[in-house]
C-alpha cells in the first residue's frame, strides 16, 4: 500500500464517518478490488477501522477515532507504519514516508521508521483468496520484537504437529493475503513461521542480529517463490486464445503467467500444477482453445484424454 495513499483512506474515514470501498476507489482513482484490500490491511495492522455488513454498511473508525497524525498514540502510529512501508520503495514512496514521518510526535519517530520497512504484504493468497481472518494471538508482540530488533524464545507449532521452542532473531513479518508470516534468523539459518501456529513469544533481553544487506522485500520474493514452484512443481508452456485468458486466471489464479502475444495472435501462457494428471485434466476442458507446447508428457496425456472422449461419445446418435 502507497503510503500517500493509506493517509488519503484515513482522511477520508475520519471525514465521512462511513464509506465503502466503492466510495473509496471512486475517490482515490483505484480499482474496487485494491480499495478493499487496503481498507483489510489498514485493520489487520490494529488500526481502529472494522466493516460493517449489510445493505447500509461501510467501513469505519470505531468509536468515532480520529485520525490527525499528531493525535495519533504510539500504538497506532506503529500500526500505520507497518502497512505504510510495505509498497516498492519508489521516490515518491520514500517522500511521503519522510513527510509522514515529520508529522509524527518525536518519541514515535524511530519506532515509526523501523516500522515502515518491518512488514511486507502480498495480497496474492496461496492459491484461492481466504476470507479476512482476525489478527494472530502473537502477531503484536513479533511486530514488537521486529521493530525493536530483539531476539525471542518461540514456541511453535509445525504442520506436522510437531511442538518446538527456539530462539530466533526476528526480521520482518509478511501478510499473504490474510495470513500473516514471521520471516526470522535462526541457527538452522532463515525461516519462516506461520504466526497462527505461534505458541509464545518471549523476549531474551538480546539484541537481534540483522544480516548485512538483508532486504525483507526480496526476502519474501525468494520465499514465495520457493513456495510456489513446492506447490505446483510442474511448468506448462503453452499458446493459448485470448479469449480463454480470464477462465484460465479464475482456474489457475496466481498459477498462471501471461507473455507476450504470438504472430498467430494467440498469447503465450505459463501455468503450474502439483503434476501432469491433474493439470491435464483442467486443462482438456478448453480445447483447441489451449495448446500445451510442453512437457511432452502432459502432451501425451491430453492425447490419451481426447481418445477416451472420442471412444465414449464418438458415435453418440445426435
Same mark, same amino acid.
Given at each position: 500500500?502507497?503510503?500517500?495513499?493509506?493517509?488519503?483512506?484515513?482522511?477520508? !474515514?475520519?471525514?465521512? /464517518?462511513?464509506?465503502?470501498?466503492?466510495?473509496?476507489? +471512486?475517490?482515490?482513482?483505484?480499482?474496487?478490488?485494491?480499495?478493499?484490500?487496503?481498507?483489510?490491511?489498514?485493520?489487520?495492522?490494529?488500526?481502529?477501522?472494522?466493516?460493517?455488513?449489510?445493505?447500509?454498511?461501510?467501513?469505519?473508525? !470505531?468509536?468515532?477515532?480520529?485520525?490527525?497524525?499528531?493525535?495519533?498514540?504510539?500504538?497506532?502510529?506503529?500500526?500505520?507504519?507497518?502497512?505504510?512501508?510495505?509498497?516498492?520503495?519508489?521516490?515518491?514512496?520514500?517522500?511521503?514516508?519522510?513527510?509522514?514521518?515529520?508529522?509524527?510526535?518525536?518519541?514515535?519517530?524511530?519506532?515509526?521508521?523501523?516500522?515502515?520497512?518491518?512488514?511486507?504484504?502480498?495480497?496474492?493468497?496461496?492459491?484461492?483468496? +481466504?476470507?479476512?481472518?482476525?489478527?494472530?494471538?502473537?502477531?503484536?508482540?513479533?511486530?514488537?520484537?521486529?521493530?525493536?530488533?530483539?531476539?525471542?524464545?518461540? /514456541?511453535?507449532?509445525?504442520?506436522?504437529?510437531?511442538?518446538?521452542?527456539?530462539?530466533?532473531?526476528?526480521?520482518?513479518?509478511?501478510?499473504?493475503?490474510?495470513?500473516?508470516?514471521?520471516?526470522?534468523?535462526?541457527?538452522?539459518?532463515?525461516?519462516?513461521?506461520?504466526?497462527?501456529?505461534?505458541?509464545?513469544?518471549?523476549?531474551?533481553?538480546?539484541?537481534?542480529?540483522?544480516?548485512?544487506?538483508?532486504?525483507?522485500?526480496?526476502?519474501?520474493?525468494?520465499?514465495?517463490?520457493?513456495?510456489?514452484?513446492?506447490?505446483?512443481?510442474?511448468?506448462? !508452456?503453452?499458446?493459448?486464445?485470448?479469449?480463454?485468458?480470464?477462465?484460465?486466471?479464475?482456474?489457475?489464479?496466481?498459477?498462471?503467467?501471461?507473455?507476450?502475444?504470438?504472430?498467430?495472435?494467440?498469447?503465450?501462457?505459463?501455468?503450474?500444477?502439483?503434476?501432469?494428471?491433474?493439470?491435464?485434466?483442467?486443462?482438456?476442458?478448453? /480445447?483447441?482453445?489451449?495448446?500445451?507446447?510442453?512437457?511432452?508428457?502432459?502432451?501425451?496425456?491430453?492425447?490419451?484424454?481426447?481418445?477416451? !472422449?472420442?471412444?465414449?461419445?464418438?458415435?453418440?446418435?445426435?
Amino acid at each position: 500500500m502507497r503510503a500517500d495513499r493509506l493517509v488519503a483512506v484515513l482522511m477520508l !474515514l475520519q471525514t465521512r /464517518g462511513r464509506i465503502t470501498a466503492a466510495e473509496v476507489a +471512486t475517490e482515490l482513482e483505484i480499482s474496487e478490488r485494491t480499495a478493499r484490500r487496503d481498507l483489510d490491511a489498514l485493520a489487520m495492522a490494529g488500526l481502529p477501522v472494522y466493516s460493517q455488513p449489510g445493505r447500509n454498511g461501510g467501513w469505519q473508525l !470505531l468509536g468515532g477515532a480520529r485520525t490527525d497524525l499528531s493525535g495519533l498514540n504510539a500504538a497506532e502510529a506503529r500500526a500505520l507504519f507497518l502497512v505504510a512501508g510495505p509498497s516498492p520503495a519508489t521516490p515518491e514512496l520514500k517522500a511521503a514516508l519522510r513527510k509522514l514521518v515529520r508529522a509524527l510526535p518525536e518519541p514515535f519517530r524511530a519506532d515509526a521508521q523501523a516500522a515502515s520497512t518491518a512488514v511486507v504484504v502480498d495480497p496474492n493468497a496461496w492459491g484461492r483468496a +481466504t476470507p479476512t481472518r482476525p489478527p494472530p494471538q502473537h502477531l503484536d508482540a513479533l511486530q514488537h520484537a521486529v521493530i525493536e530488533g530483539e531476539q525471542l524464545h518461540l /514456541g511453535y507449532v509445525a504442520r506436522d504437529r510437531a511442538s518446538t521452542t527456539r530462539v530466533v532473531h526476528p526480521l520482518g513479518l509478511a501478510a499473504k493475503g490474510s495470513v500473516w508470516y514471521l520471516v526470522a534468523d535462526t541457527d538452522a539459518g532463515l525461516r519462516t513461521f506461520r504466526v497462527d501456529r505461534v505458541t509464545s513469544a518471549e523476549r531474551t533481553g538480546e539484541k537481534a542480529v540483522r544480516p548485512q544487506g538483508f532486504d525483507l522485500a526480496e526476502a519474501w520474493r525468494l520465499i514465495s517463490a520457493e513456495v510456489d514452484q513446492l506447490r505446483a512443481p510442474v511448468r506448462v !508452456l503453452a499458446a493459448a486464445d485470448v479469449s480463454v485468458v480470464p477462465l484460465l486466471r479464475w482456474v489457475f489464479d496466481t498459477q498462471v503467467r501471461v507473455g507476450p502475444a504470438r504472430p498467430d495472435g494467440r498469447i503465450d501462457v505459463a501455468v503450474g500444477g502439483p503434476h501432469v494428471e491433474a493439470l491435464a485434466g483442467q486443462l482438456a476442458g478448453f /480445447g483447441a482453445r489451449i495448446e500445451v507446447l510442453e512437457p511432452v508428457e502432459l502432451r501425451a496425456e491430453l492425447a490419451r484424454i481426447a481418445d477416451e !472422449l472420442v471412444a465414449t461419445y464418438g458415435n453418440h446418435p445426435g
